[in-house]
């Protein structure tokens, strides 16, 4: 009796396996089918890669073997010489800090200095926002989607603004609560190698785009190699931050919607 009761309780415990395995295989495929459906946000820009200033122009890109200057970036003037130069858009990072609102820095130890407010009332819509969130979460979104509301109907720029995150439940909740609000996915790793461990991590960035309906995403040129730029092309990639003419060429060739770059000049044909 012990033994046919062990052999039943075995059986059945192997039809569970079969049905979550079964199972998880139709999630995926369907995440998979979902994935390859996707495609890029539109931007009213000319079509091809544009070069947008990271933290602004602010001068402190002294060459590929120096330290970055990061004494003027985040700066109204900073992003004023990005219009002066050309730039059609900058990159600029944001803390949410309740009452106060969104602070423009890039550490959270750095002053509260300049509000993101300021900055939209000061460049308008003379240029393109992404905006890298540093502390958006689940604990501050509803007060983060109130505080968007509030200044978007004060100013008239939503279709120029991308807001980024990797933290990818509060970013898809702030998307879905404004329409016509961009937002990028940042993705940090994407291993190519062959092993389970990366195919495994490749999987769930993919499955985490298919779910929560990102149409954009982005990562550092360390990260977007040959598998990164053939599995999200149908997206909007977003890449930073590149300095270096021959990369910006080749990454343009790929299909890279927007680079971000330290350069106060840009090279020879490449487009701000």
């Given at each position: 009796m012990v033994r046919h009761g062990a052999t039943r309780t075995l059986r059945r415990a192997s039809w569970i396996l079969v049905a979550v395995a079964l199972a998880a295989a139709c999630l995926v495929l369907a995440l998979e089918r979902r994935f390859a459906a996707l495609t890029a946000d539109a931007l009213d820009l000319p079509a091809g890669t544009r070069?947008?200033?990271?933290?602004g122009t602010h001068g402190g890109f002294h060459g590929a073997d120096q330290a970055l200057d990061r004494a003027g970036e985040n700066t109204l003037g900073a992003f004023d010489a990005s219009i002066a130069r050309g730039f059609t858009g900058v990159e600029l990072d944001i803390h949410f800090l309740g009452a106060p609102g969104f602070i423009v820095k890039h550490d959270p130890d750095q002053?509260?200095?300049?509000?993101?407010?300021?900055?939209?009332?000061r460049c308008g819509r003379k240029v393109y926002y992404?905006?890298?969130?540093?502390?958006?979460d689940d604990g501050n979104v509803d007060a983060v989607?109130?505080?968007?509301?509030?200044?978007?109907?004060?100013y008239p720029v939503l279709d120029r603004v991308l807001i980024e995150s990797g933290e990818a439940r509060p970013l898809a909740k702030l998307k879905g609560a404004i329409p016509g609000l961009k937002v990028i996915y940042w993705i940090e790793k994407y291993p190519p190698g062959k092993?389970?461990?990366?195919?495994l991590r490749r999987t769930r960035e993919r499955a985490t785009v298919a779910w929560f309906g990102f149409r954009n995403v982005s990562a550092s040129f360390y990260v977007s190699k040959d598998r990164f730029l053939r599995d999200f092309g149908s997206l909007g990639l977003y890449v930073y931050t590149v300095n270096d003419a021959a990369l910006m060429t080749a990454l343009r060739a790929a299909g890279v919607r927007v680079l971000l770059t330290d350069l106060d000049a840009l090279p020879d044909g490449i487009r701000p």
């Open positions: 070069v947008w200033a990271h933290r002053p509260d200095e300049l509000r993101l407010e300021d900055v939209f009332a992404w905006l890298d969130f540093k502390n958006l989607i109130s505080a968007f509301r509030r200044i978007f109907d004060k092993g389970i461990r990366p195919f």
